[in-house]
């Protein structure tokens, strides 16, 4: 093949490098491993997760994965190397293959949101994550043709806002108790041994999964064991948790079907909905549920792991159980209300059923949501007012487009006169007891009292966001499965998607200008000005267009643009 040839001969520099065809080559063979792994040819998954472990293509994109796309990309593993150049980048293709060796991670730990406790984070070299995002490359496509249909924690295509779709459609004709239940340090404690035995691949990708698992971590100088857990800030870690965690929904479902009544009722009548290490099960037996989490917790024992008791309970969608009424998922608090405060939702057939289901962002996120809001009032008491906007605006829009999908109008009202009481105390304090209200709050189209600037620097409302049901995956659907047209599409329904890049998607039917290709679920999108600002182009949308990232570094380095020198180092 002509492009293989320059490619292994070496002639062709890093920017050079024809992403497209390089795209093509690996999404071809991982559609491959998908379809055989579907059909059960496990010679043939085999086989071909060989051939792209071995393929120049697949080299070069898990390198720009990790030493370009990615966010992480400049931080140090043991060896203190940061970020490659591309003659560096290009020396590393050369280099990746199964080796059986692995320097140890360089251990961090992060603090876990709305807790005191750390995370333990371990990060490996540039040269070991490069080489897990090969190897992923090739085990992710078979286990995606494999995994559950409700698991939707850390794959492709899949996000919160599905799991949380999955709950709303399991619970919404009938009221159901519900096990809450979250896994003891899941990360930390996978046994080693049950893992490899469940990946069950190649000897020589066994060994080098084996020398991963096993590498140990760094503590200044000092070198630690790992002897069960995968290390959190490995590029492979995320796709070895769900395998550990694969089989869950499926053990429940054999129960089920021991239950009395119709199998093909019994089966979809008992859900198991998985984020991750958090899941939930739901039923409308009480009895149901808690055999359910016996047969979890001695299920995960062969895994090595255990449930957490501080953070697994028993509640119920309608009725109060020890003071609770619904449920906490991944932000959202999940409840159903008996008609009278609430309209009464109605039945398949059209019949009442006497409740409600709403699903709204958790007391317990509003409040850090509004933690953080003040932290950033308090320091910026005498920034320009345009400095405190433009921090607070990425905040309140992240946070409302999060929880754009559910019940949040009411919520988004009482937090942005919340925040408009912290904003009068910050202006009062600066107007020494004056709020000095011409200066900070201006009438802005039908908009009064507008937080802005003389020279039109607005403040975002949470209640601008407009609230829009969010359509859950397909079942069993994958991006391996090749629909470009699906998953480009969803790439810009996403709730977490910037309106501007949601737009831009849209306009561009789902495909990059510069390479052609479609988006898919994981590609890391930037806006980029076609004519550059910095030589004249306006920030307006006939101006922009959306680009991978690593198409973006290609185009800066050549249209002239101020970015092109930083693009050039890198």
Known sequence: MNISNTLNNQTVEWKDLNWRQLEKVTFKLQKRIFQASERGDVKAVRKLQKTLIRSWSAKCIAVRRVTQDNQGKNTAGVDGVKTLTPKHRMNLVGKLKLTGKAKPTRRVNIPKPGTTETRPLGIPTINDRALQALVKLALEPEWEAKFEPNSYGFRPGRSCHDAIGAIYLSIRQKAKYVLDADIAKCFDRIDHKALLSKIHTYPTLSRQLKTWLKAGYCVGNELFPTNEGTPQGGVISPLLANIALHGMEERVKQYAETLK?????????????????????????????????????????????????????????????????????????????????????????????????????????????????????????????????????????????????????????????????????????????????????????????????????????????????????????????????????????????????ASLIKRQKGICPHCGLYFTSTDIVEVDHIKPTSLGGKDTYNNLQLLHKHCHDTKTTTDGSMRSKESVKT
């Open 261 to 501: 009544g119709q199998k093909a009722i019994n089966r979809p009548a008992l859900s198991l909905i998985r984020y991750a290490d958090d899941f939930v099960i739901i039923h409308e037996d009480l009895n149901v549920v808690k055999k359910c989490q016996e047969i979890i917790a001695e299920w995960l024992s062969d895994m090595g792991l255990e449930l957490k008791p501080s953070k697994t309970k028993l509640t119920h969608t309608l009725i109060e159980i020890d003071g609770n009424v619904g449920f906490e998922f991944l932000g959202f608090h999940v409840q159903q209300h008996k008609a009278g405060a609430y309209r009464c939702a109605n039945g398949s057939n059209g019949t009442l059923l006497g409740f409600n289901t709403l699903i709204t962002p958790s007391k317990a996120k509003v409040k850090t949501h509004l933690a953080k809001i003040a932290e950033v009032i308090d320091t910026h008491k005498t920034a320009p007012q345009a400095a405190l906007i433009s921090k607070l605006n990425p905040i309140i829009r992240g946070w409302s487009n999060y929880y754009s999908t559910v019940v949040s109008k009411g919520t988004f009202s009482k937090v942005d006169h919340l925040v408009y009481d912290k904003l009068r105390a910050w202006a009062r304090r600066r107007g020494k007891g004056n709020i000095n209200k011409d200066k900070y709050w201006r009438t802005v189209g039908d908009r009064n009292w507008c937080f802005s600037t003389e020279n039109g620097i607005k403040l975002t409302l949470h209640s601008d966001t407009p609230i829009v049901r969010h359509i859950k995956v397909k079942g069993v659907a994958s991006p391996f499965d090749g629909n470009w047209t699906y998953w480009s599409k969803r790439r810009g329904e996403y709730p977490e998607t910037p309106n501007r890049v």
